[in-house]
């Protein structure tokens, strides 16, 4: 996707965040070292992505439990 016309990219985009992480670390995380992820770190990540938009106050646990399991489900699709 060009990142200059991409859309601003909020919490509840899960599918959009588990695709942009999986392009930025690819098959370095497998299901399960992303089902081992402390949050922080996730947090983090999230909040560094291009056309990311959400504030860090507005994460809860459910957006970080969402976002795991989109990009487990996105590290599968691409096996």
């Known amino acids: ?3 200059d ?5 909020h919490w509840n985009d899960y599918e959009d965040i ?3 992480l999986y392009e930025k670390f690819g098959d370095d995380f497998d299901e399960p070292k992303i089902y081992r992820l402390r949050f922080t ?3 983090e990540w999230v909040l560094s992505l291009p056309n990311f938009v ?3 106050e507005e994460s809860t646990e459910g957006h970080l439990e969402q976002i795991q399991t989109a990009w487990a489900y ?6």
């Open 1 to 3: 996707m060009d990142k």
């Open 5 to 9: 016309f991409a859309l601003p990219i």
């Open 18 to 20: 588990a695709m942009e």
């Open 41 to 43: 770190d996730l947090l």
């Open 54 to 56: 959400g504030k860090r």
């Open 74 to 79: 996105e590290w599968r699709d691409n096996q």
